[in-house]
């Protein structure tokens, strides 16, 4: 397999990079190419602006969907966004790895996403009809690659919880599994996540490193999250909701979005 890690930490001794390391290892041992794109380490640019469309008349009002698909099309993006593009559709899986802070990822990666998610490229794309509103959750670039978030929280699993402090895990990850993973096409796959990892370290690495090679292990057989896919026929067009009864008796707020048998 080709595998690419995009890689979110500041500190090269830090946890999230041992398990980086234990894991690249692991997939390199099995035969598997892997690539990381180390976004501090690259000292990413995170923010967008005119500089970032080369064909952009500077000093011009930036509208920026607009700006980012002329550049995408007329090949005026920066070499740094191109070059993560095609690392993007060199890979067959990705993994993105990252803390979580303040309920979400560290900014240089959002930031990554920003940029590299270009429309023309990773949105904005498919044709619009009566039954079809582009290609996007579950169709677009990314359909037939799987990716999924390795993440690591200061907090223990009780507090995110269903009745925890913080909320569950899995609904302050479904803006990311969903919204920037499965609406451009990604087979998303569970999250691995390691909780408390400041307290006990040594335990709870061990335990940590043990399920991400487990992963690593599975990564082609892992079942995925079951997204219900825009374009086939559980939501209505254009209003883009989901039809009716659908949903099974239970399932509330973002749990809705994702089939089950």
């Given at each position: 397999?080709?595998?690419?890690?995009?890689?979110?930490?500041?500190?090269?001794?830090?946890?999230?990079?041992?398990?980086?390391?234990?894991?690249?290892?692991?997939?390199?041992?099995?035969?598997?190419?892997?690539?990381?794109?180390?976004?501090?380490?690259?000292?990413?640019?995170?923010?967008?602006?005119?500089?970032?469309?080369?064909?952009?008349?500077?000093?011009?009002?930036?509208?920026?969907?607009?700006?980012?698909?002329?550049?995408?099309?007329?090949?005026?993006?920066?070499?740094?966004?191109?070059?993560?593009?095609?690392?993007?559709?060199?890979?067959?899986?990705?993994?993105?790895?990252?803390?979580?802070w303040w309920f979400s990822m560290p900014a240089i990666l959002k930031g990554w996403f920003d940029r590299?998610?270009?429309?023309?490229?990773?949105?904005?794309?498919?044709?619009?009809?009566?039954?079809?509103?582009?290609?996007?959750?579950?169709?677009?670039?990314?359909?037939?690659?799987?990716?999924?978030?390795?993440?690591?929280?200061?907090?223990?699993?009780?507090?995110?919880?269903?009745?925890?402090?913080?909320?569950?895990?899995?609904?302050?990850?479904?803006?990311?599994?969903?919204?920037?993973?499965?609406?451009?096409?990604?087979?998303?796959?569970?999250?691995?996540?390691?909780?408390?990892?400041?307290?006990?370290?040594?335990?709870?690495?061990?335990?940590?490193?043990?399920?991400?090679?487990?992963?690593?292990?599975?990564?082609?057989?892992?079942?995925?999250?079951?997204?219900?896919?825009?374009?086939?026929?559980?939501?209505?067009?254009?209003?883009?909701?989901l039809k009716e009864g659908l949903e099974q008796p239970g399932q509330t707020r973002f749990d809705i979005h994702i089939?089950?048998?």
């Amino acid at each position: 397999m080709k595998i690419l890690f995009v890689f979110a930490h500041p500190d090269k001794a830090s946890f999230n990079h041992s398990l980086l390391d234990a894991a690249v290892k692991q997939l390199e041992a099995q035969g598997n190419e892997v690539r990381v794109s180390d976004l501090y380490r690259m000292d990413w640019k995170t923010n967008v602006d005119e500089t970032d469309f080369l064909n952009h008349e500077k000093g011009s009002r930036l509208k920026v969907a607009e700006a980012s698909f002329v550049a995408n099309s007329d090949n005026k993006l920066t070499t740094d966004v191109i070059a993560e593009q095609e690392k993007l559709k060199w890979a067959d899986t990705v993994i993105f790895q990252f803390p979580v802070w303040w309920f979400s990822m560290p900014a240089i990666l959002k930031g990554w996403f920003d940029r590299v998610f270009a429309c023309g490229f990773a949105y904005g794309v498919g044709v619009h009809d009566e039954t079809h509103y582009g290609d996007r959750y579950g169709e677009g670039v990314m359909e037939g690659k799987r990716a999924f978030c390795m993440v690591t929280t200061g907090g223990s699993s009780d507090h995110y919880s269903q009745r925890g402090i913080n909320g569950p895990i899995d609904d302050i990850l479904f803006p990311i599994n969903h919204g920037m993973l499965f609406y451009p096409g990604f087979t998303v796959l569970p999250p691995v996540i390691t909780y408390r990892t400041d307290s006990k370290r040594e335990e709870v690495y061990a335990n940590a490193e043990k399920a991400v090679l487990e992963r690593m292990d599975n990564i082609a057989t892992v079942e995925p999250i079951h997204y219900r896919r825009q374009n086939f026929g559980d939501y209505n067009i254009p209003e883009m909701t989901l039809k009716e009864g659908l949903e099974q008796p239970g399932q509330t707020r973002f749990d809705i979005h994702i089939k089950k048998d």
